[in-house]
């Protein structure tokens, strides 16, 4: 789309990735002037995909939980998503493999409870009231979990540590953090969006959920510029005003400046250091954020026989989360032999993952292939169904993840959700610069696809009301 010289928007998001996609559709539909701009050619950050020798990969994102238990089916509904995209449910969705232990989460929430009970029986009871807990939170466990990490959450309901590390590794996966680490209430949200009520998957690729987002916002007036970045955010008397692309020195004046990136990115080079207190500016840069991941892309000349379509393949070998967490930051992500690997529905493209240090771009053009022959070798050893008919592999590292989306040293999940960096307002609606505001998984609120989507729809509605529009 031209540039539009001077023009002036109600709103301006910096990010096309689910949460400024979804943010900026509310805004849209509620009658307001909305710009986004993207960086990237293609709107949807980690949730976009590619396309090589004739197969479709995921980028990143490959699942979409919170449909019925979380608000995701209530605002895709509102926003007319719902109809477009036709979920297919993955069934089961998620199965994790650890030693003798082979534990699906069906579409049957009584069936996945009667799995984990046939596996555990000594802790059956405990196994139900976990669950129970989880779906339909009494009022001292949801007041427990703001405090508590989710390991003293399985502590509090289990003794067997195989059956707790079994629970907490799909999280390690979907939070970037082992339990003793992890808040139990971002924890207790994961495990109920994305693996009790997970595995929803549209169309023909992940993809579709942006393009989707975007045909609606565009529908509903909105302005999109793609492959524009931004380079500045304009602060007038600790006001954000508008925005300076990189290409373009003409400013774009808006009375809503909404970020949807790294908020590190926001904060340091967007604003600049000279609008931060100081309090503040030492926080941003001591505060904990999410690993990255190293991603083989596989495809196949034939369906693979005898692995499920659609399902995430959780390969479990140490039940020391911590172990397993330690060595991947430390850059030895091959040593657990622990990661996950998810299957095209077509089941001719696998997608394997396992969480990395960001460590250098040098590093990773020297080691690249190297290591995507060992992810491979190791994955295959677990799996030897997918040594035949491999016909295409590529990687993502670390650096790949920061390149495509700026996420601050190529981060899968923003800030970490430990408990003492949960729900921190600096981060959504600072006090210190008017109309400025973030959304999306740098917020401290929350991650992932449902995360980001609750909290951009909160954040439309918070301006909606501003505005006097509801
Ligand atoms: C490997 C991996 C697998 C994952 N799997 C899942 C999954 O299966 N299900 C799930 O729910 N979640 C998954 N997640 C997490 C989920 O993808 C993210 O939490 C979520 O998509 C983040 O959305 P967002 O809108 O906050 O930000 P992002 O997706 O990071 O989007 C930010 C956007 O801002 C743009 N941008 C950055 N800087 C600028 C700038 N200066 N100017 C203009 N634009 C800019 C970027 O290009 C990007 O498009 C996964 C993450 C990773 C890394």
Request: hydrophobic share 40%.
């Amino acid at each position: 789309m031209p540039l539009k010289g001077t023009e002036t928007y109600d709103a301006v998001i910096i990010g096309a990735g689910i949460g400024g996609l979804v943010c900026g559709c509310y805004l849209a539909k509620a009658g307001l002037k909305v710009l986004i701009v993207e960086q990237h050619y293609k709107p949807g950050g980690y949730c976009t995909s590619f396309k090589r020798k004739g197969f479709t990969f995921d980028a990143a994102a490959h699942s979409i939980g919170g449909i019925k238990l979380g608000n995701v089916g209530r605002i895709f509904n509102e926003l007319g998503v719902y109809n477009r995209l036709k979920l297919t449910k993955i069934n089961p969705s998620d199965i994790v493999l650890y030693k003798k232990y082979k534990i699906s989460y069906y579409s049957d929430i009584q069936k996945t409870i009667e799995n984990f009970q046939d596996a555990f029986p000594q802790e059956s009871k405990n196994i139900r009231s976990f669950f129970e807990n989880i779906i339909n939170p009494t009022p001292l466990f949801f007041a427990n979990l703001r405090s508590w990490t989710f390991e003293r959450l399985l502590d509090s309901y289990f003794k067997n540590n195989e059956l707790k590390a079994i629970i907490a590794y799909p999280l390690l996966g979907n939070g970037g953090l082992p339990p003793s680490l992890l808040s139990a209430f971002i924890g207790a949200k994961i495990y109920k969006e994305f693996l009790i009520d997970g595995g929803y998957y549209p169309n023909k690729s992940m993809q579709s959920l942006p393009d989707t987002l975007v045909n609606i916002f565009k529908e509903n007036n909105g302005d999109i510029i793609l492959s524009g970045s931004v380079k500045k955010v304009l602060i007038e008397n600790n006001r954000a005003i508008g925005i300076i692309l990189e290409k373009n020195s003409q400013p774009i004046r808006a009375n809503y400046i909404i970020s949807n990136i790294d908020a590190r990115t926001t904060y340091l080079n967007l604003i600049g250091k000279e609008h931060l207190p100081s309090d503040f500016l030492k926080k941003i840069v001591q505060m904990k954020y999410t690993n990255s991941m190293f991603i083989v892309y596989l495809g196949y000349a034939e369906p693979i026989e005898d692995l499920p379509s659609g399902a995430n393949l959780w390969l479990l070998s140490d039940s020391n989360l911590n172990e397993i967490y330690n060595s991947s930051i430390n850059g030895n992500i091959f040593k657990k032999k622990s990661f996950m690997i998810h299957i095209g529905l077509d089941r001719k493209t696998v997608i394997a993952f396992v969480m990395a240090p960001f460590i250098s771009k040098e590093f990773w053009y020297e080691n690249k292939i190297r290591w995507t022959n060992n992810f491979i070798e190791l994955v295959t050893s677990y799996f030897p169904e997918l040594r035949h008919n491999l016909v295409y592999k590529e990687a993502a590292t670390p650096y790949t993840l920061y390149r495509y989306t700026s996420n601050f040293k190529g981060a899968a999940y923003g800030w970490a959700s430990v408990p003492n960096q949960l729900a921190d307002n600096d981060f959504r609606k600072p006090s210190f610069i008017k109309n400025l505001y973030l959304t999306g998984h740098w917020t401290t609120q929350g991650l992932g696809i449902p995360g980001v989507t609750y909290i951009s729809y909160d954040l439309a509605r918070f301006i909606m009301k501003k505005e006097k529009i509801i």
